[in-house]
């Protein structure tokens, strides 16, 4: 029952990639769209590769922060003390995997940016 309540815990921080996520990609691929609709290929494909990179970063630097700050953030969120170690244990691992999981949701986008310069994409 507190690997369970562990991760219940450590929800805000997937929630915190899921809105960065969604603020990345929907911006970049709004801005990719309009600028493919007025015939701007070059400039839709540096929206989408800006996209992507401040995605990545984003991603990169939340996982950082996460492990700096891992303790009082899980406090914070409500970690008691029975439930502190494996929250902390849970959270510490899958930090690791913040920036990919950030990047998943932008694959239409990078998609977008391959058609752009020529390339077939078979992912949607």
């Known amino acids: 029952m507190l690997g369970n309540a562990a991760t219940n815990v450590a929800f805000p921080l997937t929630m915190s990639c899921t809105a960065i996520s969604l603020m990345c990609g929907i911006g970049g691929a709004a ?7 007025r015939g701007n290929r070059e400039k839709a494909a540096k929206y989408a590769g800006n996209a992507i990179s401040m995605t990545i970063i984003i991603g990169l630097l939340l996982c950082v922060f996460t492990k700096i700050f891992l ?4 406090v914070l969120f409500g970690a008691t003390d029975q439930t502190l170690l494996y ?13 990919f999981l950030i990047l998943q949701p932008e694959a239409p986008i990078w998609c977008g940016q391959m058609e752009v310069r020529g390339f077939r994409c078979y992912v949607r």
């Not at 801005?31 to 609709?37: R, S, V």
């Open 31 to 37: 801005n990719f769209n309009l600028n493919m609709g």
């Open 87 to 99: 929250s902390l244990s849970y959270t510490g691992i899958t930090s690791f995997g913040f920036p």
């Open 71 to 74: 303790r009082p953030m899980m």
